[in-house]
Nanobody, 119 residues
Framework: QVQLVESGGGLVQPGGSLRLSCVAS????????MAWYRQAPGKERELVAL???????NYAESMKGRFTISRENAENKVYLQMNGLKPDDTAVYYC?????????????WGQGTQVTVSS
C-alpha cells in the first residue's frame, strides 16, 4: 500500500504564506498525478492544485496566482506554496496521489493538515 504524510500546516495571519509538504511511501511502482485538496468546515472537499509526473499543473480558479504546486519525483514528494493567504483558505488540506500497486492504479489520501488563516 501507499502512505501519504502531510506537514507544514498551521496558523498564519491574512496575507501570510505557508508551504505544505507531502511524502509518499510504501510498495508502489510509480506515481502519476499528485494533488492537494482542501475541505473547510461544512463544505465539500475541493481540488486546490494538481501536478502530473511530467510536471503539468492545474489549479482551481481562486488559487491561481497565489498557490504553486511542485514535486520531486525522485523523492516522491509534492509541495504546495501558498502566498497571500485569506481567511477563506482556512481548511484541512489533503495530499492525494494516484499510484500503481502491482498492476493496478489506486488513489490514496493523506490524513490532512490544518491551515488556519486568522488575525
Amino acid at each position: 500500500q501507499v502512505q501519504l504524510v502531510e506537514s507544514g500546516g498551521g496558523l498564519v495571519q491574512p496575507g501570510g504564506s505557508l508551504r505544505l509538504s507531502c511524502v509518499a511511501s510504501g510498495r508502489f511502482s510509480s506515481i502519476n498525478a499528485m494533488a492537494w485538496y482542501r475541505q473547510a468546515p461544512g463544505k465539500e472537499r475541493e481540488l486546490v492544485a494538481l501536478i502530473t509526473s511530467a510536471g503539468s499543473t492545474n489549479y482551481a480558479e481562486s488559487m491561481k496566482g497565489r498557490f504553486t504546486i511542485s514535486r520531486e519525483n525522485a523523492e516522491n514528494k509534492v509541495y504546495l506554496q501558498m502566498n497571500g493567504l485569506k481567511p477563506d483558505d482556512t481548511a484541512v488540506y489533503y495530499c492525494n496521489a494516484d499510484a500503481v500497486v502491482g498492476m493496478t492504479w489506486y488513489t490514496y489520501w493523506g490524513q490532512g493538515t490544518q491551515v488556519t488563516v486568522s488575525s
